[in-house]
């Protein structure tokens, strides 16, 4: 396992990161996603701790809450020292039936670390990161809550999620110009299947010092190579009941027709190969992984062992490879009138 700068904050986090949308599984939607009991995530949160996994990731609203009441239940049975971990949750979504129940006001970040710090069992929050982009709340006005929940020790380090680059430029600057806390990271969703994050998200974070979460590195379980194209899917399968991310079909199947020989040459599999490839981008921090049992956390860990050759790689980048948008083709070629001559 090797461990990457979580922002400009001194710290370090485990390259891959667990995540626990998949823990306790609740009613409705949640029961799609995953029914790990506390039996089943102390599991895995032993496992991840073993293979060298610090970094865990929650929302409040994953199983209504339940999820941060399991993992918080877990470290501590598994007993490891609380400096010894990074814990991340995330606020935005709704949380209640009343009108305040959702978003990022200054009342709902409140009530809401108060909530999340009371179920995970801990004095702070190593990460708290915004779920999405509240239309509905002056951007300085969430800022302003998250800097305070900061001064007050509630929370370490602030990350976003689901934000367009220039929303996310938008904060940077308002921080720095007040004098906040600013963003340290940046969870956004990233594969081989969708590479729409390379166009300003990735620039921008390379250039502000930001760490990129990668959230379905798999593209849904799409990536695993367990789906085909006749429309086969594996027992238990979430995209059976809830087919998200929106994907390209015929896209995908491609990839992992290209990945497939990459595989069998590695002796891994297709899951590994898609998540060895995201670990060898420079301007990823960490990957998040979700697991419902043992062997696919296994197989999923297995993919910091993968180093893919330079060959793969450009294969892999060739088929994946986004299409160039406006101005994304014009700054390729203006920028030919600013490199040095050659002989």
């Not at 709340?137 to 929940?149: G, M, N, S, W």
């Amino acid at each position: 396992m090797r461990y990457r700068p979580l922002g400009k904050t001194g710290q370090f986090v485990s390259e891959l990161c667990l995540g626990t949308m998949t823990f306790s599984g609740g009613q409705g939607f949640w029961r799609t996603v995953g029914t790990v009991d506390q039996r089943g995530a102390t599991a895995l949160v032993a496992r991840a701790l073993e293979a060298g996994v610090n970094f865990f990731d929650s929302a409040d609203v994953y199983s209504e809450g339940q999820s941060e009441v399991l993992l918080g239940q877990a470290l501590r049975e598994v007993d490891v020292r609380r400096e010894d971990v990074i814990i991340a949750t995330k606020v935005f979504g709704r949380t209640g039936p009343g009108p305040n129940s959702a978003g990022l006001s200054r009342g709902h970040i409140m009530d809401q670390v108060g909530l999340s710090l009371k179920r995970l069992g801990t004095e702070h929050i190593d990460l708290y990161q915004i779920h999405g982009f509240d239309s509905q709340t002056p951007i300085e006005v969430t800022l302003r809550a998250l800097d305070d929940c900061v001064s007050r020790g509630m929370i370490r380090t602030l990350g976003c999620s689901n934000l367009a680059a220039w929303q996310i430029m938008k904060a940077l600057g308002i921080s720095e110009r007040r004098g906040f806390a600013r963003f340290e990271t940046v969870q956004a969703y990233y594969n081989l299947a969708s590479r729409d994050l390379e166009r300003e998200i990735v620039p921008l974070c390379e250039d502000q010092g930001l760490g990129i979460m990668i959230w379905s590195p798999l593209a849904g379980g799409l990536l695993s190579g367990k789906f085909t194209r006749n429309g086969h899917l594996p027992e238990g399968a979430r995209r059976s009941t809830f087919d998200f991310p929106p994907a390209d079909g015929e896209r995908v199947f491609d990839l992992v027709e290209a990945m497939a020989p990459i595989a069998k040459a590695h002796n891994d599999s297709i899951a590994a190969i898609a998540l060895a490839w995201l670990l060898q981008r420079n301007a990823v921090m960490s990957v998040i992984i979700g697991a419902k049992s043992l062997d696919q956390l296994e197989d999923n860990l297995h993919a910091t062992q993968v180093r893919l050759s330079p060959e793969d790689i450009a294969r892999l980048d060739a088929i994946s490879a986004p299409e160039i948008e406006y101005p994304g083709w014009m700054i390729e070629y203006q920028a030919k009138e600013r490199s040095p001559l050659q002989d």
